[in-house]
């Protein structure tokens, strides 16, 4: 099985819903191990749309990262993602963040997840899942890179007991 890390984020409609609804769906995919506090945090890229609620999921699977990919779409649009212009509003986001320590550049995949680096609403929740992880891409902790980045997001709710 291998160790991956995902994002989940919402900002359309009954945000939390959305969430528990795709973590339901998650736990069909593998084990997961942890689930991060959900933070609220304003919308990054286009900022002119309803803030999101966002978090990171660690789960055990034993899907390669295309297959992944695939199954995160599946999910999304299970959920009830409606398809929308680049980085705007959303029903449920989920992306691959961290897949072992493989680095994926492809038209159709990038891992490590291309922006997560730049994203307080990623390096938080990474981070309270496993303080010791490293940007297997730029070789520096995610606690240094979050010392560069600017937080604006604040905590919205504890999923402790979804597990």
Do not use: C
């Amino acid at each position: 099985m291998k160790r991956v890390f995902l994002s989940l984020g919402s900002n359309v409609g009954d945000r939390l819903d959305y969430i528990l609804e795709a973590i339901g769906y998650l736990k069909g995919l593998g084990e997961v191990r942890g689930i991060s506090t959900l933070y609220e945090s304003p919308a990054w890229g286009v900022e002119e749309q309803g803030d999101f609620l966002n978090g990171a999921l660690e789960i055990y699977t034993n899907l390669r990262p295309r297959e992944l990919l695939s199954e995160l779409k599946r999910i999304e649009k299970a959920v009830g993602r409606k398809e929308r212009f680049r980085w705007g509003p959303r029903e449920i986001d989920l992306d691959i963040l961290l897949y072992e320590d493989l680095v994926i550049e492809s038209d159709s995949l990038s891992v490590p997840h291309p922006y997560m680096h730049l994203r307080d609403f990623v390096l938080v929740p990474l981070i309270e899942l496993d303080g010791g992880l490293i940007h297997p891409k730029l070789g520096l902790s995610l606690g240094r890179l979050l010392a560069w980045t600017e937080i604006r997001l604040k905590p919205f709710a504890s999923l402790y007991r979804v597990l």
